[in-house]
């Protein structure tokens, strides 16, 4: 059991990532107390403003989501929130590439810093009544408002990291097949409905296949098998050809759904 343990450590990082964003829209006291005290409510009632939708502020929102988004689809859980982890290689993909949308970020950020003094000053004539500078912090403070961390550290085994670890693969493998079986559904479902066909449909199904080949810790031989399977049902017909004709759109679902059922992941 041991050497089990520290084989699969051996084959893994964890990876933490940690956000921080200025969130434009704020509570405002002095309304919220006028909303509940003109109703007769106790506190029920919250009024929120939006203080600025300053395109860069809004793009680098945008940005954050992906960033979020891009080291969720290249990780695995585990029982600790915020605590993921990475089969050994793919930390250097997924470096790259939060690397790349954290430049992107970071440009967007430093062009909403530039304008912040316009920014208050816009809020100022806007809001009329309802400005409150407190609303804003010093631009100093708000520089530090925003940052995308990620660290990677090797996976400990001994004592109870061990158990951790064995909790971890097997809720990882959970989090694998559902992700493989949910981009399948969904291929199904828009072939056979009425709903757009777009290329992320084809594209996810394709990438969650190619991921498996190192993500699946515990090598389950029905999820590498279904990925196998699936894998070239995803790159058989361009989605232009899947759009444009309804009876290969029919056979590409009948072909997802047998391989589903076959391996009773229907």
Same mark, same amino acid.
């Given at each position: ?31 919220? /107390? ?15 403003? =939006?203080?600025?939708?300053? %395109? ?9 989501? =992906?960033?979020? &988004? ?14 993921? @982890? @990475? ?18 970020? &970071? ?5 909403? @810093?530039? #304008?912040? %003094? ?11 009544? $309802? ?9 100093? *403070? ?6 995308? &961390? ?9 004592? #109870? ?14 989090? +694998? ?12 479902? *828009? ?6 066909? /777009?290329?992320?449909? $084809?594209?996810?199904?394709? #990438? @969650?296949?190619? +991921?498996?080949?190192?993500?699946? +810790? ?18 058989? /017909? ?5 759009? #444009? &004709?309804?009876?290969?759109? =029919? ?16």
């Amino acid at each position: 059991m041991t050497n089990y343990i520290q084989s699969l450590a051996a084959r893994i990082k964890i990876s933490i990532l940690t956000q921080s964003f200025w969130n434009p829209k704020k509570r405002h006291i002095r309304e919220t /107390y006028e909303e509940n005290r003109r109703h007769s409510l106790d506190n029920d009632a919250e009024v929120y403003i =939006k203080l600025t939708k300053h %395109d860069a502020l809004m793009a680098a929102m945008s940005i954050k989501g =992906k960033i979020y &988004n891009e080291h969720r689809r290249l990780t695995l859980p585990s029982p600790q929130e915020g605590v993921r @982890i @990475i089969p050994l290689g793919r930390e250097f993909e997924h470096s790259s590439k939060l690397s790349e949308l954290n430049n992107q970020f &970071n440009k967007n950020v430093n062009r909403f @810093i530039d #304008d912040y %003094d316009e920014v208050i000053e816009e809020a100022r004539h806007k809001f009329n009544g $309802l400005f409150d500078s407190s609303m804003f912090p010093p631009e100093e *403070v708000i520089k530090t408002k925003f940052s995308n &961390n990620v660290k990677y550290m090797s996976c400990p085994y001994d004592g #109870d990291w061990g158990v951790w670890l064995n909790e971890t693969v097997q809720l990882s493998q959970f989090e +694998l097949q559902d992700r493989l079986v949910t981009a399948a559904r969904h291929l199904i479902e *828009v072939c056979e409905g009425d709903c757009r066909l /777009y290329s992320s449909v $084809l594209e996810n199904l394709e #990438d @969650i296949c190619e +991921l498996t080949g190192d993500f699946n +810790l515990l090598e389950d031989p029905i999820i590498a098998k279904a990925a196998k399977e699936l894998a070239p049902i995803a790159k058989d /017909y361009s989605i232009e050809t899947l759009r #444009d &004709n309804d009876g290969l759109r =029919k056979d590409t679902a009948r072909r997802v759904s047998q391989v589903l059922s076959t391996l009773k992941l229907a």
